[in-house]
């Protein structure tokens, strides 16, 4: 099967029908480079809304963490491709956010440590790795709406939702914000990888809206994105 920007996917096991129609299911897309806020932003838009937030990276952190543990280098694709193979990813949400385990076990606090922020965008950059998790990111919209934030959520995830918005902010602003965070991450270096690779490069999808939150706290940014949501479509309720 392929899917939408020409990556072939692959069957769902994720995949948990709902009693409702998921031709009603709306996917809001957040998309944007590190620590630009995007994770709390889709967090208050989701509970504002009432809809499942869904961090794709954070699935990308978790194939990531295996990666490491098994011993596989993370710039071996076909060894990452070959793993993926033999693990049981299993992915859902708790009714607010998405959750993941791997062979069982929930990675938690582990995926935003050192170790997987400076292999990350290796692993992300693998075609093969690209392909199941995509599959898996579909699935979340058989279920309910979502609100979804990554870096290819618009353009190549959902290229058909009217709902996306690019967040972005002066790098020093980010940094900063991840240095808030106690988090040794080298935010310059993933963006250059993730902004260069060949598959799903971090891109302005068309039809998104950028919202720049450097001078922005994040109620601001909420009202902002709110304000983007109305004007694209989305029955945002007053
Ligand atoms: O939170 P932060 O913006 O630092 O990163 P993240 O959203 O957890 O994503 C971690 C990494 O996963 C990114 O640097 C990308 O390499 C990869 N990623 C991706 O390739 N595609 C996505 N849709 C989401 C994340």
């Given amino acids: 099967m392929l899917g939408s920007g020409g990556l072939p996917v ?20 957040i998309d944007g480079p590190a620590a630009s806020g995007k994770s709390t932003l889709a967090k208050r838009l989701a509970g504002k809304l009432g ?24 710039h071996d694709a076909a060894g990452v491709v070959a793993m993926l193979d033999r ?18 076990v929930d990675p938690g606090e582990q995926l935003r440590g050192e170790e997987v922020n400076a292999n990350v965008s290796a692993v992300a950059a693998i075609p093969g790795v690209r392909r199941k998790l995509i599959g898996l990111q579909r699935g979340y919209l058989d279920r309910s709406s979502i609100v979804m934030e990554g870096r290819d959520i618009g353009s190549v995830v959902f290229p058909e ?30 963006d250059a990888l993730d902004s260069a690779r060949a598959t799903a490069p971090l891109v302005v999808a068309p039809g998104a809206v950028v919202l720049d939150t450097t001078d922005l706290d994040i109620d601001a940014a909420v009202d902002a ?14």
């Fill in 10 to 29: 692959e069957p769902n096991p994720c995949r948990v029908t709902s009693g409702s129609d998921p031709s009603l299911h709306h996917a809001i897309a």
């Fill in 87 to 104: 693990i049981s990813i299993r992915c859902g949400d708790d009714g607010i956010g998405s959750t993941i385990t791997i062979d069982g």
């Fill in 51 to 74: 809809l499942i937030m869904v961090n794709s990276g954070a699935m990308y952190r978790a194939i990531t963490w295996k990666t490491l543990r098994e011993g596989i280098d993370p």
């Fill in 225 to 238: 994105a709110v304000a983007i949501l109305r004007r694209q479509g989305f029955p945002v309720p007053d």
């Fill in 161 to 190: 939702t009217p709902f996306k918005i690019y967040v972005d902010a002066a790098e020093h602003v980010r940094a900063a914000r991840r240095g808030d965070e106690g988090q040794v991450d080298s935010i310059a270096r993933r």
